[in-house]
């Protein structure tokens, strides 16, 4: 099992920034890649980005050049580093991770006003 708890969720002007962190403990070693969806009222879960192991980073268009994933393997934890944030940015974040199963997180709030 691998339990995920996100943090740095808010409200915030466009133009400006955000990071949310995603802490994973439990069977870690299980882990091959981490990253993030999001989900906006009244729409499906939208995936954002993802890290691998080997520190491969990939990025939904909508978010490229604008977010930026890292790791802290010290401290089991992925960072979502979110500049130039718009309105549509608006969304329920949650982290995930890939094992033989997909864990999830339980969603932190973003709220970009305009």
């Known amino acids: 099992q691998v339990q995920l708890v996100e943090s740095g969720g808010g409200l915030v002007q466009a133009g400006g920034s955000l990071r949310l962190s995603c802490a994973a403990s439990g069977n870690i070693f299980s882990i091959n890649a981490m990253g993030w969806y999001r989900q906006a009222p009244g729409k499906q879960r939208e995936w954002v980005t993802l890290?691998?192991?080997?520190?491969?980073?990939n990025y939904a268009d909508s978010v490229k050049g604008r977010f930026t994933i890292s790791r802290d393997n010290t401290k089991n934890t992925v960072y979502l580093q979110m500049n130039s944030l718009k309105p549509e940015d608006t969304a329920v974040y949650y982290c995930?991770?890939?094992?033989?199963?997909?864990?999830w997180g339980q969603g932190t709030q973003v709220t970009i006003s305009s």
């Open positions: 995930y991770a890939n094992s033989i199963v997909t864990y």
């Open positions: 890290i691998t192991n080997s520190g491969n980073r």
